[in-house]
Every structure is written in C-alpha cells, then in structure tokens.
C-alpha cells in the first residue's frame, strides 16, 4: 500500500541512519511490521459493479491489546489483509478493528495470532514533539523485505489537509525524513516513543513527508475506546478569518481591542444553527482565544482555531464567546458532524446506493462520482457539478434535500435514445414532486400512474420525458442486457 | 478583341464595372473597387479596466459600394482607433471613418474622409448564390496590387460569425486556393457573391458573407439610424423523440416542429413564446423536426435565418402547437445589444465599466472578463461566476441588468483584511440591492452608514466595510501609488 501523497512522489532514500533512542532499537524494529493487502472499490458511476482490485504494502506497529496500529488508506476498501514481521516468513491473516477514514487511522487484529505477539512489545504513543527536533521513521517503503530506518528533523506543525479523503483537515507534522511509498502507517519515533506515523508527502518539493502526531492518534484511540468509531466534530458553519479591518470590527460595534473570526453563515439543519449568526465574532473557543487570524496558541504553538475542537469527541460540551450586537455572550455547544449536502470526503467500505429505470441509473453526487472522471476530475467535471460540489452548502436553504441525485449512466435502449445528453445532469424533480434523496426518486418513479414521467433538472430547465409504459416494458432486459444485479441498491 | 472593346465601353459611359462583363472580371475590371485596410485598435485591459492594452496593427480588406464608402468585416474594426485606406489610384493613405456597422452579421461600413484626393471608387455589384458555382477571390494588397484566388460555392448555412451570438446565413467556399477571411471579395464569374468572414486551414473552406446579407446590411445602412435585424429570445430543441411528441399532445399526424426548451428575457418571442411550445412553421416555412426550413435557393436552412436576416420592428408569423391545439403567433421581430445583455459576451470598442472606492475595484462580469482566465477559461475560473454566465445570460431583468462584482481589491491599509477577496458578485452596497453599475454609483454617492460604505456579496464572503472619509484620501494615494488615472468611468 502506497503512501498517500498529495501527488506521488518516488524518492530513492538518501541515507540510513539508526536512532540513539533510550529503547533498544532492535526491540522496537520488532513491533514494525509490514501489511499487505487487496483493496477493491465500487464503481460509483455503476455501483453494481467494482473496480479492478489492487495490491499494496505498506507499514504498521504494535500497539496494546494486541493491535496494529496503522493507516486506513493502507486497508480501506480491503479485501484480504496480511500482516508480516521481518524477522519471520510467516504471513498473519488480518482484519481492520476499527477504520478512521478522516484522520486516516485503523487498528487491526490478527485473525489466528498465536506466535505473533511473541518476543513484541506494544510501542508507546507519546507527546507532540517539539520543532527542530530530530525524529526517526521506521518502515517498508517501496515494498523492501527489511526495515528501513531514516531520520529527519520536525520542521512545522500545522493544521492540514489529509489526502485519503481529499478533505478532512486536522493537524500535521512536517519533517525532512524520507517518507516513501509503503512508510505509510510506520511509526515516527522519538526518546522510545511514538511521536506520529507517516502517512504522506509531496512531490512538488524534495524531502518533505508528513506524519499523523499523536494528538490525533490519541483522539482515535479514545473514540474507539467504547467499541465504536464516531469520528470527528465539526461545527457546520462558515468562518472569516481576517478580521483586521478596524471599519469592519466597528461595524460588528466590537470593542476596540477584541480580536475573533467572523461568523459568515450556519449550514442548513446543522447543531449551530441556533447558536450562532451571520456576523457573530467568535472570540475564545474552549478558553482559547482566537486572534484574527483564526489562530489560538495551542501545544505552545499557534494553530488554527479548529484545533481546540479537534480534541473533543462528539457528543462533547464546548463553551464560546462571542459578540453580537456589541454585547459579549456565551453558548454551549455540543460537538455533532455537521456535514454539507455533498460530501467533500472520499468514502471507504461502502456500498454506493444507485437505482435503475429505463435503462437511466441514477446514483448520489459524491465527490466519488466525481472523481471517476480521472486525476483532472476537479476541471474536467461538468460546469454545473463542479458549481454544486464547490457551492451546494452556500446555496441550499432546503431543509428537506438530503442529496442530489444524478443521472450517472443511460444504458442504451429504446427506452432512452433521444436522452443521451441528460447524463450527468441533476434531478430535481419527478412530475414536479421534488426529489430530495435517491430514494425519493425511486419511489416517485415506481409509484407514477401516467403514460409519461417528467424528470426536471436543477440548473437547467429542460425536462427529459420517459416513457412509463415502455420503461417498465424494458426494465428487466435492460437489467439482463448490460448485466445488472437488481434494479436497485435497497429493495425495488 | 471582345473583352477590350467592352472594357472600353466600361470605363466610358461609367457604369459598374461588372455589369455587361461576361466571365470573372479581370484584375484591371476591379483594381477600382478594391481597398487594403490597415486598423490599428487598442482594446481596453479587462482586470483593470483604467488602463488600455498595447496598439495592435492588423490588415484587412475591402470593396467598394459608393464612390466612397468600402465594406469590410464588422471583426476588423473592433477596438479601432485609427483607420487608414490603400486604394489601387493612389500611392498614400487615406483615413476613413466607420459609418455603420452590425456585429451580428459582421459587417461594417467604412467613409473615406473627405476632403483627400483619390480616383472615385468603383462600387461592386453584387449577385446571386448557385451552388457549385466556380468562384474567383480577389484583394488588393500592401504593394496596390490585385491578387486573386479560386474555389467553388459549397454550400450555404447558418452559423454564428466570431464575433456574435446570433447565427446567419454564411455561404462556405470549398477548395478555396488561398487563405482567405479578411474580407477578400468573391465572384461568381461577372457578380460578387459575398466577402470572406473565415478560412478553415484543415478542409480549406472560407466562409462568406452572402451578398443577401450585405444588401440588406446597407439598404439599413442608408436608413437615418441603423436599427439591425432580429434575434433570437429563446431556445429551441429537435424533436425526434416520440415520447416528447406524445408528451407535447402533438397529433400522430404531425412529423415537423421543435419545441421551446427555455426562453430568455431578451430577443424575438421572448415574451411571446412560452416553454414547451412547439413551432411548426414559421412566415409559412414548415420548420422540420432538427429546425430546418426548405430554403428555394438555399435548401434546407435552419429556422434562425428566418428571424436575424428579418429587419427589427417587423411582423413574424409563428405556427405553434400549445398545449396540443395548433394556434398562430405574431411576433415583433426583435434584437438587442450586447450591452442589454445580463453578462455581455463581448466588450467591443468600449471601456468597461468600473468605480474604484478605498481600494476595492467593483465591475461589471462580462464574458471577457471570464477569459482572462485563459484558453481553459471555462475550467479554471470560479463556478460560481461561470454558472451565472452560462444561465443567466441572456436574463436580464429590471432589477438586474447587470451582474457587479469585486474584481480586485489594490492593496493599501484601509483594506487591510481584505486584499485577498476577488472575483464575488455584490448583492448590497449600504442596504441597497445591487443589479446594475448605476446602483453602485448611486449607493456609494448617496446616504452611507454611519460614515461607512457597507458592501455585501451573494454566498459566505464578509462584509465589507469602507470607512467614507477615509477612503476618499485612500483613493487620492491609490490613484498616486499605482498610477491609476481615473478611479470611477461614469
């Protein structure tokens, strides 16, 4: 399994360098180990069928209770997953305890582990390290049999974007040790201790790997700790960071030296809805204050203010203050996973939802879908989709739109050859009853009475007609031409 | 022997050269009513918009129809700011002066100024389309001397000119020998048929401009205001499939038509068509189910010829099918500017609008302001912006005509916080809704807020706050510090 890097990059390691660390370095090299895997995914344009599975390596160690702590992107979507210490030939059969696609962590288990946690230890996650300190990262990279050991110095701290969904962003460090292809899920190591484990890079400059720090593995590791991963917060709201404008600050009658974000806007139906309004200046977060540059000073650094949310779970109290009107308030918050309407995460382990009339399959926008047009997806998506994918959370005051659905493929018939340029078009309604989720669509459809169905389409005013009589006519050989399961993910 | 003699008798009693010729005219027959144009035009710069690109000199060519006046492409004087003339009689330049011209049909007419010293121009006559016609181009180049070129009349169709939105008729010459596209004329043995428009380098196809337009180009011309013929104010879909027909109630026993899939605000039966209509025949043409009427000279057309070679202000009848039941419309053949338009998908000859306040530019979104985003233009810029170009377009309404957005903010302390912002479209400044450049002048010259000016934007983008006093002293040093002449267009 590859490291996820923003772009790949392949570097040849420069050096090897063994750690002085206080634990033996030998015993330590014995709790890395090396996992293989079969990952295959969905083809979300026709989620009946999968894509072309793929193989990877990529590194892990032990933690306690007998777990291997390492990166989901190293076993989201697997199938089969072997574990391998270097000191043994003998391959351990494996399955994923827990799998945090946003933070891009996974615990897993050995299926029949005798002998496998004999002469290990489970290694010890400890603190943020401090910058400019030199950090030693164990791992397989490139696929090697042996364990590699490089070194490198911490050279930054901040919060990031975390490449396995493309969006979630949570803290990162950054450090000049070479972190390759199959370092991922490697334990980053420093005074014995786990201080992060490498997870990516970059190709658009030499020597820069990054590694999830221990805050984040720790907050995994609680979350899991009641048998079940909720995973992040995240307060649905929009946020200006840049409140330097003294104009701006008497306009919202702050106090002359009050400094906060900006309230800009409250996601539809998300927990902050009441609590919050459009110019709102949040000031302190959890007791941290918030300067105007969105940043509180944190682990004796200077982070972004989201950082004092990420060490809550969900379901956590978190105290604000903020002004309104001039007067300083206070508001509980309880920490949710407010989420937008289309999912700017990639997902893992799931089986898409489609649904298939008259030969027209309709699937949920996700940013999955749209990746399927390839690398150059974010330019080369239709215009109107890109404008819902960057702007559907702005936009949409409809409480009732639980997703947007579009028309992914027309397999061709009778039934639908004069629709071909409906394709990739979003629906928005079904003889002008709204259409708020998939579901909805289908039952609309199934439970219409006229000759002719009417689909109508959000950011476009034609209507595409089918014809009812005909489509049910050719359902099933459709279905059974183009070697479709059912007609439906869930049951019509 | 013959040629000479009527060449002689020609030039004698002065008629137009090609009228008793028989065969293409020789370059001598019309060296006369040829004219090599040299345009220098300087187009404003779009991002920012006080400033005006470099001089660009480019060639064309025209032909006669007065003593005076020469036609060429509407295409060539686009940003012109200075137009000079090459005739065959004469060694110098003569400046001339744009007397009318119509982008939607690419043509513009140019007046030699008066007061200069030239042999009288012999003007074109010009003929009729046969297909297959073997075709003759000539042109006059730098050095004064008459070049021509050969191809065959191909075909005629109706299509969009590339610098309008509205389609024409245009007739494509195949084979044609030489590069031709900037106004060379072409013959149809003793008549010319048209001025090029364009030359497809792959099929070696040149697209004309049909002497039918022309004609009617400057009969409008000698009108005392040029008024311009229609446009289309909807949009309209083939109607093959047999479901949508039976969905429109159409009977079995109608096979023509294409129905209205979206209307815009502006143009020819726009207020008069409705979505879902289904048009059957227009001025009594039946329009096919792809849009195609027969044509007797032409053949087989799309129906938009029907409605931009139409003079504005003239009655079209309309056959439709409403709600099954067949009915006749009578629509008023109209057309617009480009500047009525929501986001105007062109900037010619003209300086966009724009008001610098503290700093912030504020403009209006127009098509080429999307292109400086490059050749990927569609790609790269913001989806918002492109998803209201692309819809809303050609849906101007009172209370948006025009879409105002902050295009930059140029950098100084009194927008401090802000520098980064670019590319939103305004909805308020001060409380006041935002559809028009004039509505910025007005609010941000009238009553402020407590002193300050209060700019809010369409999706999650602060609000923007201008202290009034202190930006009347930024703006004297913005003007100052990046040297900007004039802060405001109106």
Redesign the interface.
Known sequence: MSVRFYLAIIALITSITFATDSLGIEEMKKSVVMIQSATQAPDFTAPWKMQPFRQGIGSGFIIDNERILTNAHNVANAKYIIVKKQSSAQKYLARVEFIANDCDLATLKIVEPAGFFDSTSSLEIGDLPKLHTTVTTYGFPLGGSQLSVTQGVVSRIQVDRYSHTGADMHLVIQTDAAINPGNSGGPVMQNAKVVGIAFQGLTSAENIGYMIPTTVIKHFLTDISDGHYDGYGNLGM?I?P???????S??LKLPEDAQGV?V??TLVGSSVTDKFKK?DCISKIDGWEID?DGKIMIYGLRLHYAEAIEAHQIGDKIDFEFYRDGKLLKTTVTLANDRPIINYSKMYDVKPDYYTYGGFVFVKLSRDFLESWGNEWI??IP??L??L???SS??NKDTHLKEYVVISKILPDEVN???ERFRNKVVKSVNNEPVNSLRDLASLIENNKN??I?IKFR?N???M???SK?AKAHNATILEKYNVTSQSSFGY | MKRILQTLLITIISIPISVAAQGFPKKDEVKDSLAYITVYSQAYNQYMPWKKKNVVRNTYYGCAVSSSQILTTAEALIDSTFIKIKLNSSNEYLSAKIKSLDYSLNLALLEIDKGQDYKPLTPVVFGDYKEGAQLRSYWLNSRSEVITGRGYMDRALVSKSSCSHTRNLTYVVANASQETGWGEIFYDQDKAVGIASWFDGDSKESGVIPAETIKIFLEESKKESYHGFGMIGF?A?KL?????R??LSLPDDETNGVYI??LRNIGTGAEELK??DCIVAIDNHTINAYGKFKHPLYGELNYEYLITSKPIGEKINFEIYRNGKKQSLEVECKNFKVEDMLVPYYQRSKQPKFIIRGGFVFEQLTRPYLKLWGS?W???VS??L??IY??LSFKPTPERKEVIILSQVIPDD?????Q?LAGLVVSKINNKNIGSMDDVFDALNGDSIDG?D?VEFE?????????RA?AAIADMNISQRYRIPQMQNR
């Open positions: 929009s200006y840049g409140l330097h404008s003294k104009s701006y008497r306009y900006v800009l806007s110019n105007n330019k080369d215009s109107y890109k404008f994918f960057y702007h702005e936009i050859s004069y629709s000759d002719y009417e950011g005013n034609e209507t007609i089918i014809d005909l | 949009k879909e093959i499939d047999p479901a949508r039976r969905f899939s979206s979505v879902n990927d569609r790609g790269s989806p918002y492109l998803d692309k819809r009194i927008n401090v916080g802000y980064q300050f209060i999706l999650d983008y602060p609000t923007i706050v201008i202290d202190k």
